[in-house]
């Protein structure tokens, strides 16, 4: 099976690169193979510490942990494991760069990093032009499945309104999860040649599905930007952010092209 990635990204404006708190596995644009392709994008929450760090570990995890013989309970397992390997790290580099942690950022550290995550897994086929996915998401982080200019799927928000400031998140301290635990949705369905799937950070997903509800079709939008690459897409957004229309927060975009047809 054969997919074609493109990730567009883009930090807060007035951000600097280094701020951008989302995460996305892949990292790079291109051509994706096997008979079985993952994918996701995370969210970090800006008041938890390190949580872009955090956003990352579950976004690459997502791309390499076995869902299925494995339970949310052993994902978040891994992902802790991940994330004391990284603190642990994190704090030896502060000292060695004479900066050890300050008694300010003390209960930040102790209450640990919030993400979403949001991740898809394609399988094929061995016959025929269809194949099969499934989706996992804790937060509003969504998915899009788009058949030509027609929106088949979107998960797991539904409507514009859906969005709040208050969104369910993975915490890296296991002691803040228990709801999170509980509120992990998942989806499956299939997929044809030609169809194309859209992974999007919050704020993006919001503007994507209010533009489809009031029948502007931004698919055909962001069809348009796969090819014309960041600067574009960088100029895009901040008339969007300019006119209010897209929330000044870190966007990601993943769109997956799936077999059968090059992307338009």
């Given amino acids: 099976m054969e997919a074609l990635l493109t990730l567009l990204r883009l930090q807060k404006a007035g951000n600097a690169e280094e701020e951008y708190e ?12 096997g008979a079985e392709l ?9 008041e938890g510490m390190l949580s872009g760090a955090w956003a990352r570990i579950l976004a690459e995890l997502h791309c390499r942990f076995g869902w299925t013989g494995g339970s949310v309970e052993q994902f978040l397992e891994s992902a802790y494991g991940d994330w004391k390997s990284f603190t642990s790290e994190y704090l030896r580099g502060r000292e060695t760069r004479k900066a050890p942690v ?20 394609l399988t094929g086929r061995s016959q025929g032009r269809s194949g099969e996915w499934t989706a996992v998401a804790v937060g509003d982080s969504c998915l899009f499945q ?11 928000l539904e409507q514009s309104s859906d969005f ?7 915490a890296s301290n296991p002691a803040n999860n228990g709801q999170a635990v509980g509120a992990m949705r998942r989806m499956s369905g299939t997929f044809e040649s030609g ?3 859209y992974l999007m950070t919050d704020a993006l997903a919001r503007w994507a599905l ?13 069809r348009d930007h796969a090819t014309r690459g960041v600067p574009v897409f960088g100029a895009w957004v901040a008339a969007l952010r300019k ?10 975009l993943l769109r997956i092209d799936l077999p059968g047809q090059p992307p338009d």
């Fill in 22 to 33: 989302d995460a996305s596995c892949p990292t790079e644009n291109g051509r994706q193979e």
């Fill in 38 to 46: 993952r994918f996701a994008v995370a969210d970090g929450a800006s």
């Fill in 102 to 121: 300050q008694w300010y950022e003390e209960p930040g550290f102790e209450e640990g990093a919030f993400s979403t995550l949001l991740g898809l897994t």
């Fill in 146 to 156: 788009v058949r030509g200019s027609a929106l088949l799927r979107k998960f797991p």
């Fill in 164 to 170: 709040n400031n208050r969104p369910v998140l993975l």
């Fill in 195 to 197: 169809d194309v799937f």
């Fill in 210 to 222: 209010r533009e489809d509800e009031e029948g502007r079709n931004p698919w055909i939008v962001l």
């Fill in 243 to 252: 006119d209010r229309e897209l929330r000044n927060d870190d966007v990601t």
